[in-house]
């Protein structure tokens, strides 16, 4: 491990510690704790001001949950799962997503109250395999900052444009970003089908190249 290596310095520094009894996860100190609770009220700040609402949603949940939003299929190897009750299987949250589902089910928003923007600064485990652990870089137990948008499909296009002038630039530190690569697996929650989803994803790209700091990938031969 270099001098310079962010657990070390950790250590050096007070800030946190890590140990072989608690793999991935961390021991905040006094020190460590507050810079962290000051980057956490940066974040708060932030998406505040973006108009989204914080929620928190329960840590544990019942497979049905994770069946629906396809996690068990997919995930399962990646989340910590428990027996609640005999023969009940339940799971620790590796995302926040099914729980931000759940809020706004029990809110049901009409058409008036849309956009509606829910965000956590949610705890979440993720079973990460012992090599693939870095220090703060990849742990089993993490803060994520998460937030969802409920949206009409006609709000699709600002809400994608509006996060990627008010989100991207702040966290990337700069006005060139990447966008990331979807998924095959996995559909949007709550889609009514696979054209709906795709028809869905061309208006969110539109709008991500219109509207936002990510550049626009060149044409293919074969796409011209």
Not at 181 to 197: A, D, L, M, N, Q
Request: aromatic content about 8%; overall charge positive; glycine content about 8%.
């Amino acid at each position: 491990m270099q001098p310079d290596d962010h657990r070390n310095l950790g250590n050096e520094l007070d800030l946190f510690h890590f140990q072989e009894e608690a793999p991935g996860m961390v021991f905040w100190h006094p020190r460590g704790l507050a810079i962290y609770r000051a980057l956490e009220e940066a974040a708060r700040r932030h998406v505040r001001r973006e108009g989204y609402r914080e929620v928190r949603g329960p840590q544990v949940l019942r497979r049905a949950i994770w069946e629906r939003s396809g996690h068990w299929d997919h995930f399962r190897e990646n989340m910590f799962v428990l027996e609640d009750e005999p023969a009940r299987l339940a799971a620790l949250k590796p995302v926040s997503c099914p729980g931000h589902l759940e809020i706004a089910l029990r809110m049901a928003p009409s058409f008036r109250d849309l956009p509606l923007r829910l965000a956590e600064l949610g705890v979440c485990h993720r079973n990460e395999r012992s090599g693939a652990l870095c220090g703060l870089f990849r742990l089993r137990q993490f803060v994520q900052d998460d937030g969802h948008v409920f949206c009409s499909e006609e709000q699709i296009v600002p809400e994608v444009a509006r996060f990627c002038r008010g989100s991207l630039p702040s966290k990337c530190g700069s006005s060139r970003c990447t966008r990331p690569k979807r998924t095959p697996r996995f559909t949007s929650c709550g889609s009514s089908g696979t054209e709906t989803s795709a028809r869905r994803s061309t208006r969110a790209t539109r709008a991500s190249r219109s509207g936002s700091p990510w550049p626009t990938p060149p044409r293919s031969p074969s796409s011209s």
